[in-house]
């Protein structure tokens, strides 16, 4: 997670938020989270965390996101599918992303 916040800051110098959105029932993200909580003050981030449990949910956490604040997705969701949800909400802005974000990927390092 560390290396996904470095990432985003290299990408998009002046973020100062980053929303990771997350399924509510899934440990493994908890976990994730804190990693980012953690490692975010070396960096001058701040971590939003939501937690979602349907896709409506996840939708209105995705809107709630505002321009120029980055986003974290987890590497798995399989019942909400968060990370592809994440591409689709900011390919469709314009086909510009409106956001910052950082999705991993198996194999990734990240």
Known sequence: MPKRLETLKAVAPG?????????????????????????APALDLEVMARAVRTPDELARALKAVRSGDGLLAPDRTPALD?????????????????????????????
Do not use: N
Request: charged share 25%; aromatic share 10%.
């Open 82 to 110: 968060i990370p592809d949800r994440v591409l689709q909400t900011s390919l469709a802005a314009a086909h510009r992303p409106r956001w910052p974000r950082c999705r991993g990927s198996t194999g990734s390092g990240f």
């Open 15 to 39: 973020l100062r938020r980053v929303w990771f959105i997350y399924p509510t029932d899934d440990p493994a993200s908890v976990a994730v989270l804190e990693q980012a909580r953690r490692a």
